[in-house]
């Protein structure tokens, strides 16, 4: 299994990105996906889930309304859209699944910095 985020980046407040994850080695289209996020002395948290098929998303309340996820089953790539960007959604982001145990990605840093 492995996991590819791109996409990160310096950005100014109330600004956009968007964070891509290449995904291979596993049966993709049959898998949920999920971005989760590191701020600095932070836990790591789930920032948005889709299911195997698209049909299905969740958001942290933090981000809802902001943020979009979406995947590609033909490419093998998953989406986060983040629009408004604010300086607390600074972190590390990383591309994640379940497969009997979790994958990460290497993450792909975001920063929101006037």
């Known amino acids: 299994v492995q996991l590819v985020e791109s996409g990160g980046g310096l950005v100014q407040p109330g600004g956009s990105l968007r964070l891509s994850c290449a995904a291979s080695g596993f049966a993709f289209s049959s898998f949920a996906m999920s971005w989760y996020r590191q701020a600095p002395g932070k836990e790591r948290e789930l920032v948005a889930w889709?299911?195997?098929?698209?049909?299905?998303?969740n958001y942290a309340d933090s981000v809802k309304g902001r943020s979009t996820i979406s995947r590609d089953n033909a490419r093998n790539t998953v989406n986060l859209q983040m629009n408004s960007l604010k300086p607390e959604d600074t972190a590390v982001y990383y591309c994640n699944t379940y497969i009997v145990y979790a994958y990460w990605g290497q993450g792909t840093q975001v920063t929101v910095s006037s």
């Open positions: 889709i299911s195997s098929g698209g049909e299905s998303t």
